[in-house]
């Protein structure tokens, strides 16, 4: 006689295992203990077998009923449901296992000793934020190109169009991986190169007009903070480094006596070592400066302790509080000014001036060896 909703709501334990058949195969087992148990019995192939179907109340009669119908289609279709779901199950831990995060995850355990400090932090709050709670759980194989473009479009949507450039080619780098590594086929943010508007591009804030140099330098020199962001201010003009790069100089990379400052390019290729001459003046300030942090590791330490690098942020504080705005100088803008002052000013060779600012773009590359062939003198 098929189970009712009322006698199931009635049901208490007994003592002993017993089993309440609804039909079909269909029969709620209940153990000694109260746990309710939906269950199908069927044949395959000869062989008795049973399949469970969840678990009661959080199953219901109507539930494992339809349930057990499914179970039913297969078998007269020559299915064997029990294998079905093993599949299924299996299935599903691969999808889980091959997701988008897990597979981005691992990509930036891979490649972040190679980033720096800021930049893998950046990218990791940029997956984090937009691309996990949209795309996370997703099979990496699975994702298609306008669904993709769904989550950059809501990047863009709030006015921060350069992130949605950016998250596209992160995903481009998490799924060009993921066909590496045998987990996906193709890349679908490819696709998607021209679907965003261009970029806005625009570069840091800096001072090059000779004259406003000038003006500019003597304001640093006025600062009156503290000893170790006043010895940034005026050391940065001088070395025109990334301002990553500068507030996390050692101690130990720097050779006084040679006026030379050197640090790896790349933590993947740490003997790739970039040498920075240091002007007279820079060699003064460095060595008032010893006296202050010399013995801890770091050139420019965080006010909360020697064994921190100074605050992205400390530069930037002390230029606003000497009244330069965000549109004037920048901390990269020292770089710019750089540039500028000793192509136009000084006449000196291009390849020497990007050599000595470091690694560059591509495009910026092809640039600078059309200069050297006479055919363009353009100025970054």
């Given at each position: 006689m098929p189970l009712t909703d009322l006698e199931l709501k009635k049901l208490k334990p007994t003592g002993r295992t017993r089993r309440l058949f609804d039909g079909a195969g269909l029969y709620l087992e209940v153990s000694p203990a109260g746990g309710l148990w939906w269950r199908?019995?069927?044949?395959?192939?000869?062989?008795?077998?049973?399949?469970?179907?969840?678990?009661?109340?959080?199953?219901?009669?109507?539930?494992?009923r339809w349930k057990r119908d499914d179970a039913r289609r297969l078998l007269s279709q020559g299915v064997d449901p029990s294998a079905t779901r093993r599949a299924e199950k299996a299935a599903g831990a691969?999808?889980?296992?091959?997701?988008?995060?897990?597979l981005a995850r691992e990509w930036f355990e891979k490649h972040a000793p190679g980033f720096a400090p800021d930049h893998a932090s950046?990218?990791?709050?940029?997956?984090?934020?937009?691309?996990?709670?949209?795309?996370?759980?997703?099979?990496?194989?699975e994702i298609t190109p306008p669904e993709l473009l769904a989550v950059l479009r809501r990047i863009e949507?709030?006015?921060?169009?350069?992130?949605?450039?950016?998250?596209?080619?992160?995903?481009?780098?998490?799924?060009?991986?993921?066909?590496?590594?045998?987990?996906?086929?193709r890349d679908p943010s490819a696709d998607l190169k021209s679907a965003l508007p261009p970029a806005t591009?625009?570069?840091?804030?800096?001072?090059?007009?000779?004259?406003?140099?000038?003006?500019?330098?003597?304001?640093?020199?006025?600062?009156?903070?503290?000893?170790?962001?006043?010895?940034a201010l005026k050391f940065a003009p001088l070395v025109f480094v990334r301002p990553g790069e500068m507030r996390t100089a050692r101690w130990q990379d720097v050779d006084l006596d040679g006026a030379t400052w050197q640090f790896p390019l790349s933590k993947k290729k740490p003997v790739t070592m970039h040498v920075v001459p240091l002007a007279t003046q820079a060699v003064s300030i460095l060595r008032d400066l010893h006296t202050h942090t010399g013995k801890g590791p770091y050139v420019f330490p965080s006010e909360r302790g020697t064994n921190r690098a100074m605050s992205n942020n400390a530069v930037l504080a002390a230029m606003r509080s000497l009244g330069i705005s965000t549109d004037q100088m920048s901390?990269?803008?020292?770089?710019?000014?750089?540039?500028?002052?000793?192509?136009?000013?000084?006449?000196?060779?291009?390849?020497?001036?990007?050599?000595?600012?470091?690694?560059?773009?591509?495009i910026r590359r092809a640039i600078l060896a059309r200069q050297r062939r006479g055919r363009n003198r353009g100025s970054w």
């Open positions: 199908f019995k069927f044949r395959f192939l000869g062989k008795e077998k049973r399949l469970s179907l969840g678990t009661y109340p959080e199953v219901g009669l109507k539930d494992a691969e999808r889980a296992a091959n997701s988008f995060e897990v950046r990218v990791l709050r940029l997956f984090e934020r937009d691309l996990f709670p949209a795309l996370g759980k997703r099979a990496i194989a949507d709030r006015g921060a169009l350069d992130t949605a450039h950016r998250a596209r080619a992160n995903c481009g780098q998490v799924f060009r991986y993921a066909i590496a590594t045998g987990r996906a086929e591009g625009d570069h840091f804030a800096a001072i090059t007009e000779p004259k406003r140099v000038g003006e500019i330098l003597r304001v640093l020199y006025g600062y009156q903070g503290t000893h170790t962001v006043m010895a901390g990269h803008g020292f770089r710019a000014m750089a540039r500028t002052m000793l192509d136009e000013q000084l006449n000196v060779r291009a390849d020497i001036i990007e050599h000595q600012l470091g690694p560059v773009p591509k």
